[in-house]
């Protein structure tokens, strides 16, 4: 049969108290750094999804300020073609009007310079044709 001895009986107790010991001192400071190491793994992911979430949210958000300052910057760009266009037909009218000006201030000079020469011509004509009428007559 098999007897119990007192050694069996203190090396099962030693056991246990190792047991109990290495529990309270080694594994469970061990499994609470692990623990907290996960839990602070996950607090990092976590982190890191929101701040990966909000860099693409103010990527998305510059995009679009950009897009709106391309659309605005293409409208101020019409705005000042079509003004710049207005003002060139403005320049050009006014020009065209200047010459349009001189020139029919030209042709009334021109006009008054020819009656004065018609009027030179026929006074010419008519002191040349007393001239002629005087020397045929004499």
């Known amino acids: 049969m098999l007897s119990i001895d007192a050694n069996v009986i203190v090396i099962?107790?030693?056991?246990?108290i190792l047991v109990f010991l290495l529990n309270k001192f080694y594994y469970r400071p061990l499994l609470k750094i692990r623990d907290e190491?996960?839990?602070?793994?996950?607090?990092d992911r976590l982190?890191?999804?929101?701040a990966k979430e909000e860099q693409e949210k103010m990527l998305?958000?510059?995009?679009?300020?950009?897009?709106?300052?391309?659309?605005?910057?293409?409208?101020?760009?019409?705005?000042l073609e079509a003004k710049a266009l207005e003002?060139?037909?403005r320049i050009i009218n006014e020009v065209n009007q200047e010459y349009k000006?001189?020139?029919?201030?030209?042709?009334q000079k021109l006009s008054?310079?020819?009656?004065?020469?018609?009027?030179k011509?026929?006074?010419?004509?008519?002191?040349?044709?007393?001239?002629i009428k005087q020397k045929v007559l004499h």
């Open 12 to 16: 099962f107790f030693i056991v246990w």
């Open 37 to 43: 190491r996960h839990k602070k793994i996950e607090e």
């Open 47 to 50: 982190s890191a999804e929101q």
């Open 60 to 79: 998305m958000e510059i995009d679009q300020k950009i897009k709106e300052a391309q659309s605005q910057a293409r409208q101020t760009i019409d705005e």
């Open 87 to 89: 003002e060139k037909e």
């Open 101 to 107: 000006a001189r020139v029919e201030e030209a042709r």
């Open 112 to 119: 008054d310079q020819l009656e004065e020469l018609k009027m």
């Open 121 to 131: 011509l026929a006074q010419e004509t008519e002191n040349l044709a007393e001239r």
